[in-house]
């Protein structure tokens, strides 16, 4: 299976639009409290993490008991499925969506059931659709998968029709996903964890806070849940830089207010320039990122991608997504100067 966030590393001098991560790079304050702290890295890591769980709580508005981190929101998705999953359950994937829910859920459970996506109503998630398959699988789904805003469509999962399956679904967990959250205007759904204990949120500092390359995530759940996991997670998970930078990047209130107003901006100014080419099917988004159809220029994916990595330009071919084809690819927002460099050229190729 092919990482995302790895094919920068396959190029050279490439302006990188396939990483969906904050294009002001990581805070200044969590890039100094690294610095400032490299003679402790011979000592071992907080394995609790108590000081970046109290943090992680006061960003999401719950206490530290509903909080557990871990080494990039991927180990708390491959965690969560072991401790929760056996071969006798059935998981439900509304797809397309990221990939790493189907490769962890596929180690420990017994069967995937994947419900596909329309593409002509932007792949929304809806609640209906979703409560169906649940009561029309025998083998019961222990847990559903949901992403919101949703990779790779940007699309956000209104509060309603989440707690419509939570209350009507109370027996299958509903894992959330809310790696992308800061780059919309929307509210998490962290608050909600204690009034439903079938609710686990999903949260990251590698998109919007741009820690990718410290692996820091963390997971939101009733404290029942929560002491479970932590019994079952390895010790000193997370490692004493990815500690110190994400808790100094969740205290920069000016960093994240700068982040926000500029990626709105840019975001709306790359919409518009990818909306004006003519061929393109620009899906709207509310994250940082633009699932875009390109049928019609009769290129496929991995055709518009090899085309562009030739002006230095690196894109995601979204053909290996489930319930996608070459027809797709994902480009992310950057700056303004990058973002023009980026639609010169694929105006130049179309």
């Keep these: 299976m092919t990482c995302h966030g790895d094919d920068a590393y396959k190029y050279s001098d490439v302006i990188d639009f396939a990483s969906n991560s904050n294009p002001c790079g990581a805070s200044k304050k969590a890039v100094d409290a690294?610095?400032?702290?490299l003679d402790r890295i011979s000592m071992y890591p907080d394995s609790d993490c108590v000081e970046l769980c109290k943090e992680f709580a006061k960003y999401n508005n719950v206490c530290s008991e509903n909080?557990?981190?871990?080494?990039?929101a991927s180990e708390v998705i491959r965690l969560f499925c072991e401790v929760f999953l056996n071969k006798s359950d059935s998981v439900l994937i509304p797809s397309p969506v990221f990939s790493g829910f189907e490769a962890n859920a596929r180690l420990f459970c017994g069967e995937i059931k994947y419900l596909l996506l329309?593409?002509?109503d932007d792949f929304k998630i809806n609640a209906d659709e979703v409560l169906g398959e649940i009561n029309r699988v025998k083998n019961r789904i222990k847990v559903v998968f949901l992403c919101s805003p949703n990779n790779p469509s940007g699309q956000f999962i209104p509060k309603e029709s989440i707690l419509k399956i939570l209350k009507e679904a109370p027996e299958t967990y509903v894992f959330l996903d809310?790696?992308?959250?800061?780059?919309?205007?929307?509210?998490?759904?962290s608050s909600e964890v204690e009034k439903h204990g079938n609710l686990f949120v999903l949260r990251s500092m590698t998109k919007f806070f741009a820690l990718a390359g410290l692996r820091v995530g963390c997971g939101v759940g009733n404290k029942n849940l929560i002491e479970i996991l932590r019994g079952a997670k390895l010790e000193w998970n997370v490692n004493f830089p990815g500690q110190v930078a994400a808790v100094e990047s969740l205290k920069d209130k000016e960093y994240i207010?700068?982040?926000?107003?500029?990626?709105?901006?840019?975001?709306?100014?790359?919409f518009n320039g990818l909306s004006l080419i003519n061929k393109l099917r620009v899906y709207p988004s509310y994250t940082n990122f633009f699932l875009v159809d390109i049928e019609k220029t009769g290129l496929k994916s991995g055709e518009m991608k090899s085309m562009l990595l030739k002006k230095n330009i690196l894109i995601r071919d979204c053909s290996n997504f489930r319930g996608l084809s070459e027809n797709y690819i994902r480009i992310c927002?950057?700056?303004k100067k990058e973002n023009e460099k980026l639609l010169d050229a694929i105006k130049e190729i179309i």
């Design 34 to 37: 690294i610095r400032n702290n």
């Design 67 to 72: 909080i557990i981190a871990g080494n990039g």
């Design 118 to 120: 329309n593409s002509c």
């Design 178 to 189: 809310e790696s992308f959250i800061e780059f919309s205007e929307m509210d998490s759904m």
């Design 257 to 270: 207010e700068n982040s926000k107003f500029l990626i709105k901006k840019e975001k709306q100014n790359l």
């Design 333 to 335: 927002t950057r700056t």
